[in-house]
């Protein structure tokens, strides 16, 4: 299922024309740039679900790792899930920051991949955009290496 999967998802791909890498069965890299800046969110297949995720900054190159600072970051992340549709903000352990979108494989079509799938640059547009210079000291998402 999961070649199958991997081969729907690289057809949609090719069909809007974008560039894409595939790294393994599982996953597939699409480089995206956004306000001038590389971020590759990664469409990874795990079992009946297809996820987008794409970092958005690493912890350690946000400003201040303090628990007030965090803790301001990390409500200004909720309210915007909160008030956007589709948008989903998470973090990890390290406190590096992504947007992240699923998909059931079965069910998705086309039109339903890129509703989803665009999600993901929307969120890091609206995090460079409305969330970083919200900050106090403000953020400086760079994205990433080529």
Partial sequence: MQRNTQDKIKSFLEKKDLRYEVVDDRTIIVPYEIKKRLFKPVVAINGPWITVSCLIIEGK???SIK???????FKKLLVAIHELPEINYDIDEANNIYTSVDMRADITDY???FSEFFAV?????????KIAPAMEP?????GCEE
Avoid at 121 to 129: A, E, H, L, R
Wanted: aromatic fraction near 18%; glycine fraction near 4%; charge should be positive.
């Fill in 61 to 63: 190159n946000l400003p």
């Fill in 67 to 73: 628990e007030p600072y965090l803790f301001r970051l």
């Fill in 111 to 113: 039109n339903n991949f």
């Fill in 121 to 129: 640059p929307y969120g890091v547009k609206n995090f460079i955009d």
């Fill in 138 to 142: 403000k953020i400086d998402v760079k």
